[in-house]
């Protein structure tokens, strides 16, 4: 693929493909000039997916990779088989997710934080270590998906904001681990994002409180200083634009994407 776009050229791996924003991560990367390795556990969603990126007015090239970032080989041979495919790598975006356990930390099995941990952190740390020497061809760059639960502590929200929170001290780090590699660490933040499954959420706490969903949705998009919550394709915008060359003199850092709801 050739032409405009920031990713023109680029080859862009995406770990953790789900319907809502790992989707809208490829499809804007592809949007924007990006060959898209997608990479998750579920083969049949990634096939879903890549076939939206090829059908792209502006043209696709998607490669599927079915990984488990648990699991070292799996690792090592998503690597393996994006040089093959592709002969380099330039950018590597970390959004796998598990539902955290919504339950105080009291009373939350240690086994629920181990496996957050395990996935969120760990998993991530070994793409990122996997990834290091191709990235360090390329001058390359990591965006690793983070939450805005960083910013609160809210009840219930303890063993995912204890995941998310050591994901985004070891993103740091290794920000300036790496740094004299030429590669970029970086991170987004986002909100709570407008999608299938919020939508379903919401539709379960109005009819919890006898209330409707839009009401639901205006008295938390209330918080934020946009009176809106953000979708998917925002969050994806900013995680292509701290891949491209135009945050080449970032690294290290949080962009929050929520609308305005917490300021950092």
Not at 72 to 90: C, H, M, Q, S, W
Request: charge should be negative; proline fraction near 4%.
């Amino acid at each position: 693929m050739s032409g405009g776009g920031l990713l023109a050229d680029k080859v862009v791996v995406v770990s953790g493909v789900g319907p809502g924003l790992g989707r809208s991560i490829c499809l804007r990367a592809a949007a924007a000039g990006a060959r898209v390795v997608l990479a998750a556990r579920t083969e049949s969603r990634l096939k879903e997916v890549a076939a939206e990126v090829d059908a792209l007015v502006a043209g696709g090239t998607s490669f599927v990779v079915p990984t488990d970032i648990t699991d070292d080989d799996a690792v090592n041979a998503l690597v393996a088989a994006t040089i093959e495919e592709f002969g380099r790598v330039d950018v590597v975006v970390n959004n796998a997710f598990a539902l955290p356990s919504m339950k105080p930390l009291a009373r939350t099995d240690f086994d629920q934080i181990s496996a957050s941990l395990e996935l969120t952190v760990l998993g991530t740390l070994r793409v990122i270590k996997a990834f290091t020497d191709p990235l360090a061809e390329t001058s390359g760059a990591f965006v690793n998906i983070n939450s805005m639960v960083i910013r609160h502590s809210e009840p219930r929200y303890g063993s995912y904001k204890l995941a998310k929170s050591a994901l985004l001290a070891m993103s740091q780090t290794l920000a300036t681990e790496l740094g004299d590699k030429g590669i970029r660490i970086n991170t987004v933040a986002p909100g709570y994002i407008w999608d299938d499954q919020l939508k379903w959420y919401f539709g379960e706490i109005a009819k919890k409180y006898g209330i409707t969903p839009d009401q639901v949705y205006e008295q938390t998009a209330s918080k934020s200083d946009l009176k809106r919550l953000p979708e998917p394709d925002e969050i994806a915008e900013a995680v292509v634009f701290l891949a491209s060359s135009m945050a080449s003199a970032i690294t290290g850092h949080t962009l929050d994407v929520n609308c305005g709801e917490y300021h950092d």
